[in-house]
């Protein structure tokens, strides 16, 4: 256990201890929640043991071989317990979403890639009407379209193609950018969120003031880089490159999200790159979505002339989701020019690449969730089904801790309250799934993304019961704002 959680467990209330025993046996413990029997697998210390896990309210209270006496007792005998998978990058922010993250172990799913255009009007709709913990970074893509005077709000994350993503910002705008992100970390943003590819017109100094902003408040950026493919200039490698550079010479701390789609046959290069930099004392951190297939708006700037010719692809990797039409150029021009954000998905890597990312031991697990894209539904779970069991390319360890502690460590810079999550510990947040490794499974699928994954029997989120014996209980809202910490912000 760490310092912090052993505070925490000393400091916490007595509540839990009540006068509890029924039976009259004096003083036993008595928890509101047991899980009794269960294989316990905690990445962080390595436990991997069978034991009775004990909750008080949000908390995990007792972790013992002894038997311990709950108001509610879960058999969990057969079935793995583990810390709830925290997934960094979330888009997809609604009740339905929420519910299919659930299903997929995920009780943390925050949009941190691009985030949320008013990190307070987030904040606001989802109190008390979220299914899981929520959170979001401070959108530089959305401070770019105020200063150019084309604010937008929610759902839309990022404007499609126009002035506001294509064009250089003057000093003025620049400053205006800054201007918005402070207020955004001052509202609780967990970091800075920059999709540059979708603002191709920010200029490399742009990129390099705003990680400046970052590593002056002590936040990290978690960025989609410049570019993809191997077309020079405008490579992956040039694209990861300018980003490490930016972390190197402001000291900002960075995270590469979905390096399997935005390095492809380069990304063991670009984890090459990543572990330099990190073997430099650099601190630069990855993650990666487990499908061949990326999704993004047809409208957006990722879509500027030259795409083919980066990516190696013709129209015909492009294919609308739940349909499975292929595009033309007739239809993909159609498409490009509606104003409407309409997805679509790009089928543009290998399986064995990504199969290869996903294994390296530097790669987190993060969904890149949206509606229509069976990410959205089954990234955690085709982790356990596909490379833990079919695979065999990562053990049941590496995967509790590519989607637990990893993305718990890369948040705490933010918020100590992520100390407590990705951890299955007395004084942890009670944020606990427990799922049958030989049969839990992803189902969605290309063509029906929407399918919730199965196997999670139980789903616990800060202390309140959210799947039991695999079926989600309703009306329960236990998720709560990750936000960025109080000493951090102006
Ligand atoms: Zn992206």
Redesign the pocket.
Known sequence: MNSRLLLLLLALTPVAFGDGASDGTAAAPYYDIVLAGGRVMDPESGLDAVRNVGIAGDRIMRISTEPLAGKQVIDAARLVVTPGFIDLHQHAQDAASGRLKAFDGVTTALEM??GVPDVAAFLTRKSGRSQINYGSTASHAAARSRAFGTPFSEPVLVAPAGPATDNPATAQQIHDMEVSLNAELNAGALGIGM?I?YTPGASRLEVIRMFRLAAARDVPVFT?VRSFGRVEPGSSIEAVGEVIGAAAMTGASLQV??IN??CMADAPECLSMVAGARARGLDVTVEAYPYIAGF?TINSALFNPGWREKLGVGYDALQMPDTGERLTQQRFDQLHADPAPIEVLIFMNTQERVDAVIANPLVMIAS?GEDGHPRNAGTFSRILARHVRELGSITLMDAIRKMSLMPAVRLQKSTHAASRKGRLQEGADADIIAFDPRSVTDRATYQSPRLPSVGMQYVIVNGTVLIARGKLLADRYPGRALELDPEKRR
Request: proline share 0%; hydrophobic share 20%.
């Open positions: 890639e691009i999709g590819q989609h999200v979905h789609s935005s993004t890149d």
